[in-house]
């Protein structure tokens, strides 16, 4: 019914009397205009301040979780913002590295890392390398064999939490294909292995992704306590994790208070180790929106009125993997109410392509119009496809006024580059 909540919107926003959204200093109808829609459009200023935040609370390293969105903007600015870069493919490192970002500044993880990724981090001299398995501590130790540097490890550990989140999104408890159990001693036989081969930097622990409630940490955290207890670690890293509010009515702790209840327990569990964190989420959901164009407006009577956008799951996967749920608004009027209850759908030959299931919208919709969604800068872009052979959104990175283009559409001709066709 009412107007969408404006704490969902970027930081940098603001709404000029009539109601016409600007983010950046950018009209954002201006910017759907300039550069079509679907567009993914970034508060750079709020990424920027968000990784600052990161680092103020987590000043033994904070590591951005480039997998939430990743290009090489994003790695030039998390790594200017003092951040380190955790990647978890050779894609990744690939990225990061041309981004100009050393490779000491980036933290390798993934649970089934290839020889040929191990050996791409291990040339290229990435910082740490969170260890996952046995089968990884064995690929590690063939490399250094045969003649590649030492590599700088730390084990991921299963501490067996269950987080308070989605049961996908859940990476900590004993039936997960995350990390060495602490539960059977197999960590303590890694670490101690690890010890030997390698440079062993300590203990790493994620338990899952869009938690709300600090006290999943403080539990994982106590959890970890007694593990490490009798071993002496240099660093602790619990992961990343923290949830953000994508609808109206939910709240998350901030980046600063996620940090200060980390480090209390970290104290409390007697922990002597710089304790690191790894946020994604967090840093960037929220400094984003992505602009649609209405394309049809269908009222079934007495059901509900499907309004279809020129995107859906190729920009945005989440509702159909986790049933998320998102605000919609239309930013040429930003505070207007919302009285009509609409499902907002994508453009795909799927019944589950949904933007939003239960929305609502101003009454005044019209085709044509620009929708907005906001929360969308985090696992959108990054988890994008070419479903029905769509191509892909730009993505702007907006500030004081100026919009800057940081990866363009795909074209069609896109479609074809890796198509070797018949001759
Ligand atoms: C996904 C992931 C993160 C980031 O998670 P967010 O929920 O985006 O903060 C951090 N560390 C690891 C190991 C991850 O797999």
Redesign the pocket.
């Known amino acids: 019914m009412t107007a969408l909540p404006r704490h969902l919107l970027p930081d940098n926003s603001f709404v000029a009397p009539g109601g016409r959204l600007a983010v950046g200093g950018c009209d954002v109808i201006d910017l759907a205009d300039e550069f079509g829609t679907p567009l993914f459009v970034y508060d750079e200023a709020m990424m920027r301040a968000r990784c600052r935040e990161a680092v103020a609370a987590f000043p033994d390293g904070a590591?951005y979780?480039t997998?939430?969105f990743m290009c090489i903007a994003m790695a030039r600015l998390a790594h200017e913002e003092g951040m380190t870069l955790?990647v978890?493919t050779g894609g990744e490192i690939y990225i990061a590295l041309a981004a100009g970002v050393p490779a000491d500044r980036l933290v390798f993880?993934g649970n089934n890392k290839s020889v040929a990724e191990l050996r791409m981090a291990l040339e290229a001299g990435v910082g740490r390398i969170?260890i996952d398995s046995f089968e990884e501590i064995e690929r590690l130790e063939q490399l250094v064999a045969g003649g590649l540097a030492r590599p700088t490890v730390m084990i991921?550990v299963n501490p067996g939490v269950e987080a308070h989140t989605h049961e996908f999104?859940q990476?900590g408890v004993h039936d997960s294909k995350?990390g060495i159990s602490i539960v059977d001693n197999s960590a303590i036989r890694a670490i101690a292995r690890a010890r030997d081969s390698f440079d062993f930097a300590g203990v790493?622990a994620?338990i899952?992704?869009?938690?709300f409630d600090v006290q999943s940490f403080e539990r994982a955290i106590g959890v970890l306590g007694e593990f490490v207890a009798p071993i002496e670690i240099e660093e602790l890293?619990i992961?990343?994790?923290?949830?953000v509010a994508y609808v109206e009515g939910e709240t998350a702790p901030t980046i600063t208070e996620w940090g200060v209840a980390v480090r209390r327990a970290v104290a409390a569990a007697g922990i002597e180790a710089n304790v690191t964190?790894?946020?994604?989420?967090?840093?960037?959901?929220q400094s984003a929106i992505t602009l649609y164009t209405v394309g049809i407006i269908k009222e079934i009577p007495g059901v509900r009125t499907y309004v279809s956008v020129d995107g859906g799951m190729s920009d945005n996967p989440r509702p159909i993997l986790y049933g998320s749920g998102y605000e919609a608004f239309l930013p040429r009027g930003t505070d207007d109410d919302r009285p009509m209850h609409i499902r907002v759908v994508g453009k795909h030959c799927e019944s589950g392509d949904v933007v939003i299931w239960d929305g609502t919208l101003s009454e005044d919709l019209v085709v044509g119009d620009i929708l907005a969604t906001p929360v969308t800068g985090?696992?959108g872009h990054s988890m994008g496809s070419n479903y029905n052979m769509v191509i892909r959104p730009p993505v702007v990175f907006v500030r004081d006024g100026v919009a800057k283009q940081v990866v363009r559409r795909e074209t069609y001709d896109d479609l074809l580059a890796r198509d070797f066709g018949v001759d």
Do not use: N
């Open positions: 590591a979780a997998k939430a955790d978890a993880h969170v991921r999104l990476t995350f790493h994620h899952g992704s869009q938690v890293s992961g990343g994790g923290l949830g964190a790894e946020p994604g989420r967090a840093i960037v959901a985090a696992y």
